[in-house]
């Protein structure tokens, strides 16, 4: 069984400061790690995901998360928050697998909100 | 390039009704996945097919939810008779590699 846990319902961080958002997660074997973020009334859009390689993931946007096998993590980072970065973020996880099975296993969400 | 396409963007209906939920995915992926999203429930995977076979029904709540998908560019959801509990948004994702690329989604409202 695959799971993942954003433990912040809700982020609040003023804009120009750093923001992150934390992921953990549990599989059975090697994870595929993903974040996505949602707008109001919009579909789920892909910032950046952790195959294999370096640790420290660079997405869209701006945004990086860092890998962490020891503490089963994936926190979503970003150097300076902008007041358009406000959105529910999504944290993912699948395991590996070189058959068909594709499912991921999404985080309840985060609502990041960034103040002006 | 075009994204996924979905269809209807929103939907009314009345309990009873049949609902069908149409969505078109990303030329070349083979692999789509229909979620549904409510507050209650978050993001749920319902159904998934590669190549247009179906892989994992089992998070299809009911049986009156069916999903088929006749070709590589086509997938409809349908939901037969729908219930009020049924009132939630629809996405239909699709992916070659290991990301899913998200539609607009589909507003359902079952009255």
């Known amino acids: 069984a695959q799971s993942v846990a954003q433990p912040e319902d809700q982020v609040n961080v003023a804009e120009g400061n750093p923001l992150t958002v934390k992921c953990t997660y549990s599989v059975s074997g090697n994870p595929y790690l993903f974040w996505y973020v949602q707008y109001p009334n919009r579909g789920l859009q892909f910032l950046l995901k952790?195959?294999?390689?370096?640790?420290l993931v660079k997405g869209s946007y701006g945004f990086e998360a860092e890998f962490n096998k020891s503490q089963t993590s994936f926190h979503l980072k970003k150097p300076s928050a902008l007041v358009s970065d406000s959105a529910l973020y999504f944290c993912a996880v699948r395991v590996f697998s070189s058959g068909s099975a594709r499912q991921l296993t999404f985080g309840s969400g985060t609502q990041l909100t960034v103040l002006p | 390039d075009a994204g996924v396409i979905q269809s209807p963007r929103h939907e009314v209906t009345e309990m009873g009704q049949e609902v069908t939920l149409r969505c078109k995915p990303i030329s070349g992926h083979d692999y789509l996945f229909w979620y549904r999203q409510t507050m209650m429930r978050g993001l749920e995977l319902l159904i998934y097919?590669?190549?247009?076979?179906?892989?994992?029904d089992s998070g299809m709540p009911e049986d009156r939810f069916s999903a088929k998908m006749p070709n590589a560019s086509f997938s409809t959801l349908k939901i037969q008779p729908s219930e009020p509990r049924d009132s939630a948004v629809y996405f239909c994702?699709?992916?070659?590699?290991?990301?899913?690329?998200f539609g607009p989604g589909t507003r359902l409202t079952v009255l």
């Open positions: 097919f590669n190549n247009n076979v179906p892989i994992d």
């Open positions: 952790y195959i294999t390689g370096d640790n």
């Open positions: 994702a699709s992916s070659l590699g290991p990301a899913q690329f």
